[in-house]
């Protein structure tokens, strides 16, 4: 029997809601909880709450959610579909289309494009809250809750959170009603450690490796602009641009300027999945580009059309940069299976991107300022970004003034988990080797599990998990 070393494949077994009863508990902790990326409260009284949804909600789940809301003060709970927000009608989207991640730059602008999130729907959104000034709070969305409340413009502090529960299987997951505190110690550990780092490198089996270094003062720039809860920005850059970073920050300092040099790979992104692919980085601009399949195609394509685009305040001229580096911090969440092929959720596969030690690294432009979107718009850019996902990373810090290399990540495990202060602050909540344990780990055969990762799964890897999931096994 062979022997790998990293964890093994496992997920979880959730069971489809036959009546409101089975979705209560759920809704009545999640409409307590005020930290992490699906959190509803706290609620106000009397509190007015509108729910942009979609197409396939669980309608146990929505009755549940609106009597726990109502039962915490709000006065009025309202559901809408973000097509009759947008005008459009509702698309059915699946992860077999992995490429279309880089068509949303340019040909899709219902999906990603001004400031990355669902232009159409912002601005129906923003119309009809116009319209109903009566609501208090509003969930919407599924990713990018700055960007998302930047777009609402006067509405902003009406924004509670994202809505990602018109799926039942996303709902019941364990991973939203994970302690607060037990979140926040976890991530504490994390940010701590980056105001220490001299040099970053990160590496994983799918052939990244990918490092840059920084200063004292840098270093501590980038700690205390990275934190967002279950959503840790480890790119320097990315947290220190005043579009992104999560505290304000002073004009007088600009971004951290990007020196990653090396090599992203993977196989996944928001969308779906794709033919392995290699992306090269010198100083941070995108500079090659190999497989991908189509999703490749279309990336070298862009590359070739907008070679001499300067971005303001970039020093060299190039269209791609790297511009996202996110750790997401989110122990129980996994990769569902319900929807991930027939899917009402414009990036099918973004949900696996939010569990604990999944890396997810973006390529584009993550500047939206003022400045930025005014060149943008003289010359006619697509603007935004797309992704790579890494399950199963190992990200380093080199130590200022020092020869040692302190892991945050170690083949995919945050190792916080294993900190242990933490395990002791978990046994208040119950076992802690259950709760600091992963629910979900992918299949990736040749790195934990029997195969070979190029023969079996780099070239197909939709193929794999198809099959995978034919046999009865996890993905």
Same mark, same amino acid.
């Given at each position: 029997m062979s022997v790998f070393n990293?964890?093994?494949?496992?997920?979880?077994?959730?069971?489809?809601? *036959?009546?409101?009863?089975?979705?209560l508990p759920q809704a009545r902790i999640l409409v307590q909880k005020a930290h992490g990326r699906a959190a509803m409260g706290p609620v106000r009284r009397k509190d007015k709450i509108l729910i942009v949804t979609l197409p396939d909600q669980d309608p146990y789940v929505r009755q549940a959610v609106s009597q726990a809301l109502k039962e915490a003060g709000a006065a009025q709970v309202d559901f809408?579909?973000?097509?009759?927000?947008?005008?459009?009608?509702?698309?059915?989207f699946s992860a077999e289309d992995g490429w279309r991640e880089a068509n949303t730059l340019e040909n899709e602008p219902w999906d990603l494009s001004g400031s990355q999130f669902y232009s159409d729907i912002n601005t129906g959104l923003w119309h009809y809250l116009n319209r109903h000034p009566e609501y208090t709070g509003v969930f919407y969305g599924l990713g990018g809750r700055y960007h998302l409340k930047f777009q609402l413009k006067e509405h902003a502090e009406k924004f509670r959170g994202?809505?990602?529960?018109?799926?039942?299987?996303?709902?019941?997951?364990?991973?939203?009603?994970?302690?607060?505190?037990?979140?926040?110690?976890?991530?504490?550990?994390?940010?701590?450690?980056?105001?220490? *780092?001299?040099?970053?490198?990160?590496?994983?089996?799918?052939?990244?490796?990918?490092?840059?270094?920084?200063?004292?003062?840098?270093?501590?720039?980038?700690?205390?602009?990275?934190?967002?809860?279950?959503?840790?920005?480890?790119?320097?850059?990315?947290?220190?641009?005043?579009?992104?970073?999560?505290?304000?920050?002073?004009?007088?300092?600009?971004?951290?300027?990007?020196?990653?040099?090396?090599?992203?790979?993977?196989?996944?992104?928001?969308?779906?999945?794709?033919?392995?692919?290699?992306?090269?980085?010198?100083?941070?601009?995108l500079v090659q580009v190999s497989g991908g399949g189509r999703y490749g195609e279309m990336i070298r394509e862009l590359m070739d059309r907008y070679r001499q685009v300067r971005w303001p305040g970039y020093a060299e001229k190039g269209f791609f940069w790297f511009c996202d580096c996110v750790l997401c911090t989110v122990v129980k969440s996994f990769r569902h299976t319900?929807?991930?092929?027939?899917?009402?959720?414009?990036?099918?596969?973004?949900?696996?991107?939010?569990?604990?030690?999944?890396?997810?690294?973006?390529?584009?432009?993550?500047?939206?300022?003022?400045?930025?979107?005014?060149?943008? *718009?003289?010359?006619?850019?697509?603007?935004?970004?797309?992704h790579v996902h890494s399950y199963f990373a190992t990200f380093e810090i080199k130590l200022h003034h020092s020869d040692y290399w302190y892991k945050i990540v170690d083949k995919g495990k945050i190792t916080a988990l294993s900190d242990p202060k933490i395990r002791a602050l978990a046994v208040k909540y119950g076992d802690p080797d259950r709760l600091l344990a992963y629910d979900w780990v992918p299949p990736m055969p040749g790195i934990n599990c029997e195969g070979d990762y190029l023969k079996d799964y780099a070239d197909d890897p939709i193929g794999y998990l198809k099959n995978r999931l034919a046999e009865n096994r996890s993905i």
């Open positions: 990293f964890e093994a494949p496992r997920a979880p077994n959730y069971q489809k809601p *036959a009546r409101v009863e089975e979705c809408i579909f973000e097509h009759d927000l947008s005008g459009g009608r509702p698309r059915v994202c809505w990602l529960f018109n799926n039942w299987e996303e709902f019941l997951s364990r991973a939203w009603t994970y302690p607060d505190e037990l979140e926040i110690e976890i991530e504490r550990i994390i940010i701590d450690a980056l105001g220490k *780092a001299a040099c970053v490198r990160i590496t994983d089996p799918e052939g990244t490796h990918l490092e840059f270094s920084l200063t004292p003062e840098e270093s501590r720039r980038w700690q205390m602009t990275s934190w967002l809860s279950g959503h840790i920005y480890l790119d320097p850059h990315q947290a220190t641009g005043e579009e992104c970073a999560v505290v304000p920050v002073s004009r007088t300092y600009p971004p951290i300027p990007p020196r990653i040099n090396g090599v992203l790979a993977g196989t996944a992104n928001h969308m779906g999945f794709m033919p392995r692919m290699a992306l090269f980085f010198e100083n941070g601009r319900s929807d991930l092929f027939h899917s009402y959720w414009r990036m099918p596969n973004i949900g696996e991107r939010n569990r604990a030690g999944v890396f997810h690294m973006g390529i584009g432009s993550r500047r939206h300022g003022d400045r930025y979107m005014r060149y943008a *718009a003289k010359h006619r850019l697509p603007t935004g970004h797309i």
